[in-house]
């Protein structure tokens, strides 16, 4: 059991596991039917506009990158004692949130 541990023998373990489940979704889906119904756009029954165009991401990766680097850095924080250098790390942690709310 302990091979399991060595990362590259439990990589090729997932790899060939993902495979033979993947293999299975696409017996079990059966085969496709494409039709215009199937790739036209869905907005709620109704006819989308064709000059809208779609936020994107953008605006989400500042909140994403915050909640990050506030979630790891509150694991970091617990996994070590309390010393100097974790409060050190701490008004790090605080600045750079800062410097990610204000921009």
Known sequence: ??????????????????SVLAAAGRILAGPS??????????????ESAPNMQSPGYRPFFKGALFFAVLHLGVVVLASGGVSTGSMLYLVG?????VALILG
Do not use: Q, R
Request: charged share 10%; hydrophobic share 55%.
């Open 1 to 18: 059991m302990e091979v399991l541990y060595v990362p590259p023998l439990a990589f090729l373990l997932y790899l060939v596991l993902v």
């Open 33 to 46: 039917h494409p039709n215009a119904a199937k790739s036209s756009t869905y907005a709620s029954g109704e």
């Open 93 to 97: 942690l605080m600045l750079a949130l």
